[in-house]
């Protein structure tokens, strides 16, 4: 008799941890793909970074190629591919090379921007 008045307390308890289980794993599976979707964007931003880091070195090595003609690379703004919303600007003061660039990702408000200053001899 005990225990069968114990066993109708209890009916439906086992339900109820199954549903507080389903929510704590739900909680996890969502922190999970939180956690990926940052990790998305941590990626892309560096391969902008990396893609700019290039495209400077890029340009200074042909500067450093072609010594005679700094004055030729002179640029603003100039539209690249490769980076959202990508320009390039150069400038020269005598031997003194300062390559910018700006880009804008997808989604973002914020324009990033890597520059390199050089010092060009020859």
Known sequence: MKSQRLLKQQGGVVLLEGLIAIVIFAFGVLAIVGMQ??????????K???????????????????????AGYVVTNQVVSGLPSGKRTVAVNGRDVTVTVTWQAPGESTVHTHSSITRIDG
């Not at 979707?37 to 560096?46: N, P």
């Not at 902008?48 to 003609?69: C, E, H, K, P």
């Open 37 to 46: 979707a940052s990790t998305m964007r941590a990626t892309s931003d560096a």
């Open 48 to 70: 902008y970074r990396v893609d700019a880091s290039f495209l400077i070195n890029q340009t200074l090595g042909q500067m450093w190629a072609d010594r005679n003609n700094l």
